[in-house]
């Protein structure tokens, strides 16, 4: 989910916990929040911007240089997990950083277990007829292959899809007992998945495409497990959306992640040091490192997901509880009470007219005139 996605969320977060949200010509705002990389040019050739606020983040610990001298010449800094807030103090940022955390749509991303259900037959069912999930019933080996769902953007990087397909290759399942499926988004491969010696593994493929969230909680509920094993995230919330879906997620239990992983909820891969993430190191001017999932738990957990399906389920079932936590509503109002602490009802200059502000990336806010709720922590 991209910068402009997480600006539109928080836009409709912000308006639905009270605040005045802006057009992009109007003045009066209390606050501007900026929802993208640190950048100077919104800050200014000259001082501070006292009425500038950053939605960002980052997955790796160090961040890249520029940044800490922008953020500490704006007012606050709004990142989604407890994480990214230690990196950034840890990094010299020494404005507010407040945690606000992201959501979950319930609407699109509902559990499997609820009164609607999947069957692989017919497809999604109006009722819970025929429908095992509904009946909060694991499948057996009778419903099809055991499947083992990986969700990345691309075949290589961070989030290391190829790492779970070799967790799975390492159970050595039969193509009838056990199947993968790799979504990686449109243009970064498709198709047939090639073995050590070069042969294509009849139980694994790689579907390469931009589908709408619809879908993709589709595909998710048709899973019987999700492995993600990302080397760093500055939230994550593809394991979270897996969660709300009823799915036992195999997630790496390193950064942003750890907000909303548990032990009850989640099946936790710990990591087993760090490695240098070239891509990051490339891009951002300087040396990056991320964690190291350890292969072979998630191996023993994917083989014990498929020797336990019910206790696997069972995990799924309290995944999905868990995540009914995480909505963009408390996301607003946690941002709300922050925002509201820092201005009080301060009206900031005007933001300088240069063509590069849209209403995608940047919010005016204004604070609501009633008491903001107290309940968003």
Known sequence: MG??????????????????????????????????????????????????????????????????????????????????????VGNGVQVPVFVGGYGVDHSIYYSKWTA???????????????????????????????????????????????MALRAFMECGFRADEAEIEIKVNANYGQGDVLGPDGSVLPNARVIAADWPASRVADWLRSGDVLV?????????????EAMACG????????????????????????????????GYSVRFGVDCYEETPDQDVASDLLRWCFEDRAAAAAVGRRAAEAAQAWTWQ???????????????????????????????DMIAVRRPNSEVRQDGN
């Open 247 to 278: 799915l036992p997620v195999i997630c790496a239990y390193n950064t942003g992640m750890m907000d909303y992983l548990t032990a009850d909820n989640a099946l936790l891969v710990p990591s087993v040091g760090k490695r240098k993430n070239v």
């Open 228 to 240: 993600y094993l990302s080397g760093g995230e500055g939230f994550g919330l593809m394991p979270l």
């Open 3 to 88: 910068y402009g996605v997480i600006a539109s969320k928080l836009s409709e977060a912000l308006r639905s916990a009270g605040a005045e949200v802006l057009p992009s010509t109007a003045f009066g705002w209390d606050c501007v929040v900026a929802v993208s990389l640190p950048a100077a040019w919104p800050v200014g050739k000259h001082g501070r911007r006292e009425d500038l606020v950053w939605h960002t983040m980052f997955d790796m610990d160090v961040l890249p240089p520029g940044w800490v001298e922008v953020l500490n010449r704006s007012a606050a800094v709004w990142v989604p997990s407890t994480w990214c807030r230690d990196v950034f």
């Open 116 to 162: 609607v259900g999947y069957d692989r037959a017919v497809g999604w069912m109006a009722t819970a007829k025929s429908a095992k999930s509904a009946e909060g019933e694991a499948r057996s080996t009778e419903d099809g292959p055991f499947r083992v769902l990986v969700w990345s953007q691309a075949l290589v990087g961070r989030k290391n899809p190829l």
């Open 330 to 360: 408390r996301a607003g109002e946690r941002a709300l009470l922050h925002l509201t602490e820092l201005f009080g009802g301060r009206e900031g200059d005007a933001l300088p007219a240069n063509g590069r502000c849209s209403e995608r």
